[in-house]
């Protein structure tokens, strides 16, 4: 098992960069001074080769604080190549999730929202506590997402403040848009 001591006898962490460096030759392809690892491009993710392969932002925080964490670690500005500590943070899977932008076949643009073939209307809905909750259908895209948000902004049990990424989409759509209105 790979320990704090162990990890920093190999490689150096710059925690304001979130770049990792060589510091011993552990074979014949490492240089020491050489940027560890690399970017795995269909996951975004950053991986290091130690023995076996690690993502970088568990690494940053074995190096950081010396365990790796049971739970998640999310990448707060949703970059998964960023590992600089201050965008790291130890959490939830609930959370990890409601951080997560988007699909890439999402058709609306908003995150929680999708057309209902069915109906010719969007749907809105969200995912609390490992349950599906459907928050309705909507004439128009904006308005199901609106729908989403005020849930999100309301709802206790929405644990994380990670709105971030449906107020973006919103505001792309609708520049005017303040989330205080919501309250």
């Not at 999730?97 to 809905?125: A, E, I, L, P």
Request: charged share 25%.
């Amino acid at each position: 098992m790979l320990t704090q001591k162990r990890l920093k006898e190999i490689i150096e962490y710059d925690q304001e960069t979130g770049v990792f460096t060589w510091k011993k030759r552990t074979s014949n392809r490492v240089r020491v001074g050489d940027i560890a690892g690399g970017l795995h491009k269909p996951s975004g993710y950053v991986f290091i080769g130690l023995g076996r392969r690690y993502k970088a932002h568990r690494l940053a925080w074995l190096y950081s604080y010396g365990y790796i964490p049971e739970t998640e670690i999310d990448h707060v500005n949703g970059r998964r190549s960023d590992n600089r500590l201050l965008n790291l943070r130890e959490t939830s899977h609930q959370c990890n999730m409601q951080n997560s932008k988007h699909s890439n076949n999402n058709t609306s643009g908003f995150k929680g929202v999708s057309f209902d073939m069915s109906t010719g209307r969007w749907k809105s809905y969200i995912k609390i506590n490992y349950k599906m909750i459907n928050l309705g259908r909507h004439t128009d895209a904006l308005e199901a997402a609106l729908t989403r948000l005020t849930l999100e902004v309301r709802c206790q049990e929405w644990s994380c403040d990670m709105r971030g990424e449906l107020v973006k989409s919103i505001m792309s759509v609708w520049p005017e848009f303040n989330l205080r209105s919501l309250n």
